[in-house]
Structure formats: C-alpha cells, structure tokens
C-alpha cells in the first residue's frame, strides 16, 4: 500500500484527472440510483457506445422503477432486443418487482439489501451505493483489477480468488472516503481511456508516477493473459415458415414452450425469446430440420411436403460459442396452428418495433428476407 502522503497525492491526481477529462455518458449527468443502476447492468460485456441509445430508449419508456416493475416482460426484452445477454433484463425487471414490493420502489442504501436483488452482485453494489448515495464501497472489476495490479507490479492470474481478494483490499485502502462515487468513476475511467489492456498510455496517465509496472518496465506485461476457454463451434438449423402474404412462424421463449421439442442447448442460443424452429445440427442440418419441424407441424397439413429452401449462412458469437447458422426457408400455402406459436410479418422479425428477438434469430429473418 501507498505510504499516506503518497496516497493522499494519488488520490488528489486521480480525481481531478477525472473531474476534467471525464467522458461525458448520459448516466453521469445524474445521481439518480435507478439510472446508475440500469447502466452500470447494461454496461455488463458491452461496449459504451452500444449502451448509450439502449439507456435513452430504456429509460424513455420505463422513466422509474415503478413503470419497469408494472411492464409485461416481452416489452421489457423488446427494448434489450439487440443487446444481448438478455438475463440482464429479465433479472433487472424481477429486482424492480422486488424493490415495489419491498421497499416502495426506492433503491436500498445499504450493501445486503442490495446484493439480495435478482442480478446484483458485488460490483454493481458498489457502483450503485457509492455513485448514488455516497457509501464507501470500492468496485473491483477487470479494468480496475488490471489499473491496481499494473500501480503495485500484481504478477499472476488476477482472477485467482486470493489474488483477487488482496486486489479489493487494496482498492478498498484506495478509495477516497470523500467521494467514493467519483472515486470509482475514476478508476474505471482511467482503465477504460489510459490504461488500456494494450498498450497503456503511461505518458497521459495521471498516476504514473506511483506507477511500479512502469518503473519496473512490465506495463505491457501484467496482468498476465488468461488462458482462454477453447472456442465451441456449434451449427444451428433454423426453419423459416414462410407464407404468401410474407408472415412466418414463431416459438414462444423456450422455458414457457411445454410440449413443445426443445433441442439440446438451443433454449440458451436463442436467448429464451420469441425464435424461429431451431435446432443444433449434429450431422445432417436437412434431415434433423426437417423431422424437427415434422414434431413441431404434428397435425398441420403442410406437414408432409417441408420443401427446405438454403440459405446463405450467417456467422454469430456468444461468449465461447462460435455459431454458425443455417437458415432455412418453407414455404407454405397456409402457415401450421402451432400452440403457443404465434404468426407475425417477417419484416416484424428483421426490424421488430414490438418483437423481443435475439440478433441471432433476426440475422436469420434478415437471410430469409433478402432470399426473398
Ligand atoms: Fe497504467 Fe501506465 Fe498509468 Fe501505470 S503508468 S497506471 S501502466 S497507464
């Protein structure tokens, strides 16, 4: 740790770097915990910039805790449609329901009540308690992991459970009890813009001389690289009914899909919302497609004469998983009664203005549509 009169020098740099040269981000025009909380979800795997217009519509629509509580979850999705990791805003909303119920839609103050909401882990407490209310709570993620691990020379895997653990201890030593809120605004900050996983710009970074990576040269080094988890490709087969008019058949989210066949993992790729048939090919996309959409169609007319039109494949990532998926156009006179399916317009698909789809079911409504 920093003798104290280092620590107070390093804590004075480090805020008024901040207070001038801070990005100006919707969510830091506010101390409102609502509004804190909702970015700092969203900022969860996402870049600032995909955030930024995600928050503005979010919050256009459901403007407090109470408006997202009251709100059927499919428009909750629809509006995270694009975003990704969509347990975020199924979590968010349950927290919202949870704050009504107990609290009286106000955000708790203290660190329990707020690790006891559904998606709310150490991190986001912190960031939510000590930005909107104040409290002395440091954050710890990975950019502010790699700042403290680069200021005391921190060699090894960070994410080591020890080392991690010492690392919140010296953020917890760090933090300016004045204005922890700003505070770990500006360690975040200064992770994100100067001290970057490459190349770090230490001739900028307004703490470089407490800096021990930098004396000792390893800037570039720590923290070590972690060892990837091994890409898993998986190819998915996605069947588009398609009728006359243009409208298409759709599954409802897989965890409400009784009776149904669901295929595998698929209920996770699809991200649990509104999805074309889609299954993990293991061999022959064609003929498992095909005797899929056979047990979704058991009973429709059009059932014995699938006539499975390919089309261009589309490239999709999630976390490890690189997917490839192939979709399939089927025509029909007449699209099948499914139950709990339902038939929208397959431009509704491409750009949904009420549909909650997961990117991957929309770049394969898009395929479908340009075949078209
Ligand atoms: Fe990061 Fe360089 Fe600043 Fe050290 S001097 S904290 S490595 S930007």
Same mark, same amino acid.
């Given at each position: ?10 804590? /004075? ?15 830091? !025009? ?9 970015? =700092? ?20 629509? +459901? ?31 349950? *927290? ?35 930005? *909107?209310?104040?409290? #002395?709570?440091?954050?710890?993620? $990975? ?18 459970? /020890? ?30 813009? %100067? ?31 972690? #060892? #990837?988890? *091994? ?6 087969? %996605? ?32 991200? #649990?919302?509104?999805? +074309?048939?889609?299954? %993990? ?5 064609? /003929? ?9 169609? *058991? ?34 006179? =007449? ?12 431009? =509704? ?13 929309? /770049? ?6 340009? $075949? !078209?």
């Amino acid at each position: 740790m920093l003798p104290s009169r280092e620590l107070s020098a390093f804590r /004075k740099r480090l805020l008024g770097w901040f207070r001038q040269y801070q990005r100006d981000l919707p969510w830091r !025009r506010t101390r409102d915990p609502y509004r804190i909380w909702l970015s =700092e979800i969203m900022l969860q795997q996402t870049r600032v910039t995909a955030v930024i217009p995600y928050f503005e519509r979010f919050l256009e629509r +459901f403007p407090d805790i109470h408006s997202l509580a009251q709100a059927p979850q499919e428009e909750v999705l629809r509006l995270w449609s694009g975003l990704g990791y969509y347990s975020r805003a199924r979590n968010l909303q349950r *927290a919202a329901q949870e704050l009504v119920l107990r609290y009286g839609g106000v955000f708790p103050r203290d660190v329990e009540s707020a690790l006891a909401l559904p998606g709310i882990g150490r991190y986001t407490a912190a960031a939510i308690l000590s930005i *909107a209310y104040g409290g #002395k709570h440091a954050v710890l993620d $990975g950019n502010v992991a790699r700042v403290l691990a680069r200021i005391f020379a921190v060699r090894g895997d960070l994410r080591d459970s /020890k080392r991690w653990a010492s690392l919140q201890k010296s953020a917890d030593a760090l933090l300016a009890p004045s204005a922890p809120g700003d505070w770990n605004q500006a360690m975040m900050e200064l992770g994100a813009t %100067v001290c970057a996983p490459r190349a770090p710009q230490c001739l900028l970074c307004p703490v470089s001389r407490f800096c021990q990576a930098r004396k000792l040269g390893i800037a570039d080094v720590v923290p070590e690289r972690r #060892k #990837k988890r *091994a890409t898993e490709s998986v190819t998915l087969a %996605v069947g588009i009914l398609l009728d006359s008019s243009g409208r298409t058949l759709l599954l409802r989210p897989p965890e409400r899909s009784k009776g149904l066949p669901v295929n595998g993992e698929v209920p996770v790729l699809v991200s #649990k919302m509104w999805h +074309f048939p889609t299954i %993990v090919v293991q061999a022959d996309a064609v /003929k498992e497609l095909r005797i899929h959409l056979s047990e979704i169609l *058991a009973g429709a007319k059009e059932r014995g004469t699938l006539i499975l039109d390919d089309l261009p494949t589309a490239r999709h990532a999630v976390t490890y998983r690189s997917i490839t998926v192939h979709p399939f156009r089927v025509c029909c006179s =007449e699209l099948p009664r499914v139950a709990g399916a339902k038939t929208v317009p397959l431009s =509704e698909v491409i750009s949904p203005s009420t549909l909650a789809v997961s990117n991957l079911t929309r /770049k394969a409504a898009r395929a479908a549509g340009a $075949g !078209r």
